[in-house]
């Protein structure tokens, strides 16, 4: 008789392929799915019960920022909690690979700035035995992984190593560089890379660098990509990633339509946001997406589904970096910060940006909680002095004491040495229009949770909980089946995954099983505060409930939300292991 690793049984399967639930029971062996129903030629090692449960595919996250976490955090959390399995690390043109010894701590200060990863996080946690893309790959197969991975090449890190930083921000490549840069990328793809990233926001970057300037890709010259993306072209392989201002400027449409015609191989693109009410935003961008998926540009849209809330101070907070006014008074070290933010001339720049940004709906201000009159004051640091504003809005405090907002704001941030924690209220979410997106279209899928980066004032990797129980659960918006294939089927398509993102025999063993009606996230909206990144650093946390198992390459990874302490992710080079 065969003896299988692991049999789930009495579950209701939903497979991933939007085929109608049905009941059978699994079998895993070598990490692998031997058998769906029937009764299986023998006896498994260990049962995992799951009457009255769902049994899933494990899910799949496209845009994560794990790269420095996953070094420490084998399962990246929070994300692993709430049941993905498979991420893709290097997003936005963002890494440490390649990267020359010299420039190890310029690459963690960027990282500081743009993703507000925790400086003496990475200072500790990160091993840095690698410089070139091959050796980074090695190292990172090596290093124990609880989900699995796949890495782009990093753009902006690839045109530092190739031009320096100055230059790569200054100028376009020259021939040569742009031929190294191509050689390299070719080098990265034959050692396991899915292909490249880039974040391009313009001058005025929502994630501006740690000088406060661009990242090297917002502002790098059309050629300069589509000279990667001929490497991809003549591979027959990999796919590109591109975060874009939401504002959609036609030619920036325009250059992603060149790109992907150049390429000739899938793009991800976002993001694909809705409003609370006005629906053209969302169904401008599905437009465009159907537009071009009838001329065969393989554009998928990453839709914004996180309804995490913001909870921040003004000592690592970059979300507003879209503004130069902005990003000239949370640049520097905290005292010069602060002798800025005293500066007349400066507050009543930041003012006036605050207000322009909230007449023009800026898409980065809107995501904050809209203008900063809405956020509520949560800690001041200790101060007994300030308590009487804890619970407050700055627009109530601006009307008590004949000051605007963001004076209020910048007053208590000063008091308190920019450790004044400031909430973004929930004020709603449209569910319509979120499940519209999915429903109008066939080349869509949630996410853009950012695990990893902004992480002590986000949550996002909990967002696979959160679209479960609300938009299928409560909201009844889509249905089971249709949920699951847009969390792991179609990403793992889009994004290269081998024989993963479905319940198939012969698939890799990447499973959730859950609990449908006791699905939750605690605590809810912003989290609460662990103390448990290296270097003596926090963060905000949400942890997942209602989750039985967590199955990872046929092991369980967590049961019962409780970490098995197994290790079975894998480096998927290339999309496969």
């Known amino acids: 008789m065969a003896e299988f690793d692991l049999q789930i049984t009495g579950g209701t399967v939903v497979d991933g392929t939007r085929v109608p639930r049905y009941q059978a029971d699994l079998w895993i062996k070598d990490g692998k799915i031997a058998q769906i129903g029937g009764r299986a030629p023998g006896f498994a090692k260990k049962v995992i019960f799951a009457d009255g449960l769902i049994v899933a595919p494990g899910f799949v996250d496209l845009h994560t920022h794990y790269d420095a976490q996953i070094r420490w955090d084998p399962y990246c959390t929070i994300s692993g909690w709430h049941g993905v399995t498979s991420l893709v690390l290097g997003n936005c043109g963002f890494g440490f690979a390649p990267c020359k010894p010299e420039f190890r701590e310029r690459s963690m200060l960027t990282m500081t700035r743009t993703e507000a990863i925790p400086y003496e996080s990475m200072k500790v946690g990160l091993n840095w035995d690698w410089e070139t893309i091959p050796q980074y790959m090695d190292s990172l197969d090596r290093s124990s992984k609880g989900v699995n991975v796949i890495q782009y090449m990093p753009t902006a890190s690839l045109m530092t190593y190739v031009m320096g930083l100055e230059a790569a921000k200054t100028r376009p490549a020259t021939d040569k560089e742009r031929e190294e840069m191509a050689r390299l990328l070719d080098e990265g793809m034959d050692a396991g890379l899915c292909g490249f990233s880039i974040q391009r926001l313009g001058p005025n970057s929502t994630q501006a660098d740690f000088d406060g300037s661009p990242m090297v890709t917002d502002t790098m010259c059309d050629e300069d990509i589509l000279n990667l993306a001929r490497v991809l072209r003549k591979r027959d392989d990999g796919f590109m990633e591109i975060t874009q201002a939401t504002g959609h400027a036609r030619d920036d449409l325009n250059f992603v339509e060149r790109l992907a015609a150049e390429a000739r191989r899938p793009i991800l693109w976002q993001a694909v946001v809705p409003t609370r009410n006005n629906p053209e935003i969302h169904r401008r961008s599905l437009r465009w997406i159907a537009r071009n998926r009838e001329k065969g540009l393989p554009i998928f849209g990453q839709a914004a589904t996180v309804r995490s809330g913001f909870a921040f101070s003004l000592d690592n907070w970059n979300l507003y970096d879209y503004s130069p006014e902005w990003r000239e008074i949370t640049t520097g070290t905290v005292e010069e910060r602060m002798a800025k933010m005293k500066r007349p001339e400066l507050r009543a720049a930041a003012v006036r940006a605050i207000e322009e940004a909230d007449r023009n709906f800026k898409a980065t201000l809107a995501g904050v909680g809209g203008h900063p009159k809405y956020l509520i004051v949560q800690w001041v640091d200790n101060h007994q002095d300030l308590e009487k504003y804890v619970g407050k809005s700055l627009g109530q405090i601006g009307l008590e004491e004949s000051k605007h907002p963001v004076e209020a704001m910048l007053d208590l941030s000063i008091a308190t040495n920019l450790k004044a924690e400031f909430l973004g209220p929930n004020r709603g979410f449209n569910a319509e229009f979120m499940g519209e997106i999915f429903t109008a279209s066939p080349y869509t899928f949630p ?51 081998r024989d993963r993102g479905m319940l198939r025999e012969g698939y890799a063993a990447d499973i959730v099983v859950y609990d449908l009606n006791g699905l939750d996230i605690e605590p809810d909206w912003t989290g609460e505060i662990a103390h448990d990144f290296p270097g003596g650093e926090w963060r905000r946390v949400q942890r997942a409930k209602g989750y039985h198992s967590i199955i990872v390459n046929g092991a369980e990874t967590f049961h019962d939300g409780k970490c098995t302490g197994a290790t079975p992710g894998k480096l998927l080079r290339n999309g496969h292991a």
């Open 447 to 497: 996410g853009v949770s950012d695990g990893g980066a902004h992480t002590k004032f986000f949550t996002g990797g909990a967002f696979t909980t959160d679209f479960l129980r609300w938009l299928v659960r409560d909201e009844q918006k889509l249905t089971l089946e249709e949920a699951h294939y847009r969390m792991s089927a179609l990403p793992a398509h889009a994004a290269g995954f």
